[in-house]
Every structure is written in structure tokens, then in C-alpha cells.
């Protein structure tokens, strides 16, 4: 069974960090860019970062550049999202997904991701 499963979310301060990861089952990432993406109650979903099937591309919504690092470890078969500076309107559910179709060496938020996980929860509050 082709699964993503997205782990690491919580409840943090203000400023605080946490880093999602993203993590495959029956098949291999090695194959796909991944996007993380979040939706808040309330608000259209919108794409946050991607990272190319290389790893040597990335792209990141303004709302979070500078603040927000993903990665990835196709050896663990898992890509990672580091936040950093975290702020409450970066409250939300946090999904992970996957393209096939991009290129090796680049990403992009509004392609077609056709594998999606479940989503875990991110809560920034004092």
C-alpha cells in the first residue's frame, strides 16, 4: 500500500521550532518531489515548500522563507520540514505530498501532487 505518513506536529510557543517529518511506505521518494502543505480552519490549503527528486531544489511560500528549512533523506526514505520562528498564524494541519511528474532538479507548489497523507496537526499558541 503506497502511504505517506507526516509525524512531528504539537503545540509550541511563539518562536519556538518543530520539524515534520514526512515519511514513505511502499514506495520510494527517490522518484517524487515532495511539497508540504497546510490548511487552516477556515482557509484554502496552501502550498508552504517543495524539494526537487534531487534535493538540490527548493521553493518556499513568502510567508515562511527564511524561517522554514525542507529536506530530505531518500537513505530514510523521508523528507523533513524544520520551522523555525514559529508564529500563530502558522497554525494549521501540515500535509506532505508527492510529484511525480517534476523534473530531477526542480519543485513546484501548484503541480499536480497525487499522493497525499493524513496530515498532523501544528498549534503555535502562548
Known amino acids: 500500500q503506497l502511504q505517506l505518513v507526516e509525524s512531528g506536529g504539537g503545540l509550541v510557543q511563539p518562536g519556538g521550532s518543530l520539524r515534520l517529518s514526512c515519511a514513505a511506505s511502499g514506495f520510494t521518494l527517490d522518484y517524487y518531489a515532495i511539497g508540504w502543505f497546510r490548511q487552516a480552519p477556515g482557509k484554502e490549503r496552501e502550498g508552504v515548500s517543495c524539494i526537487s527528486k534531487s534535493g538540490g531544489s527548493t521553493n518556499h511560500a513568502d510567508s515562511v522563507k527564511g524561517r522554514f528549512i525542507i529536506s530530505r533523506d531518500n537513505a530514510k526514505n523521508t523528507v523533513y520540514l524544520q520551522m523555525n520562528s514559529l508564529k500563530p498564524e502558522d497554525t494549521a494541519v501540515y500535509y506532505c505530498?508527492?510529484?511525480?511528474?517534476?523534473?530531477?532538479?526542480?519543485?513546484?507548489?501548484?503541480?499536480?501532487?497525487?499522493?497525499w497523507g493524513q496530515g498532523t496537526q501544528v498549534t503555535v499558541s502562548s
Open positions: 505530498a508527492a510529484d511525480p511528474w517534476a523534473v530531477r532538479t526542480k519543485c513546484d507548489m501548484t503541480s499536480e501532487y497525487n499522493y
